[in-house]
């Protein structure tokens, strides 16, 4: 079994900034690609910023703000945010496309979210 797990999300004032970290939990050889999302209230779920092991993508709104990394021997998957807007505020999800185990492959795993808040 695997587990991705988030942390990091909160209250913030506008222009102010956030790290999140999402850990994936298992006997782990590979994760590949993973990405955050966010869902904002009334709004479906979109595609923040994705990273492989050779390149990253962001979305439009988010290029030049947030910085997507990660730390492979730690299996974990970071969002650093700065100059963060109201509109930024949302439930962020941290997603491994295909996660490799010892004994199986896992597809599209998704974390339980954490809550961005951006306000003053």
């Known amino acids: 079994q695997v587990q991705l797990v988030e942390s990091g999300g909160g209250l913030v004032q506008p222009g102010g900034s956030l790290r999140l970290s999402c850990t994936a939990y298992?006997?782990?050889?590979?994760?590949?690609?993973m990405a955050w999302y966010r869902q904002a209230p009334g709004k479906e779920r979109e595609l923040v910023a994705m990273?492989?092991?050779?390149?990253?993508n962001y979305a439009d709104s988010v290029k030049g703000r947030f910085t997507i990394s990660r730390d492979n021997d730690k299996k974990t998957v970071y969002l650093q945010m700065n100059s963060l807007k109201p509109e930024d505020t949302a439930v962020y999800y941290c997603?491994?496309?295909?996660?490799?185990?010892?004994?199986?492959?896992?597809?599209?795993?998704w974390g339980q979210g954490t809550l961005v808040t951006v306000s003053s």
């Open positions: 298992g006997s782990i050889v590979n994760i590949n690609p």
């Open positions: 997603n491994a496309k295909t996660i490799v185990t010892l004994t199986r492959t896992y597809f599209d795993r």
């Open positions: 990273i492989t092991a050779f390149s990253t």
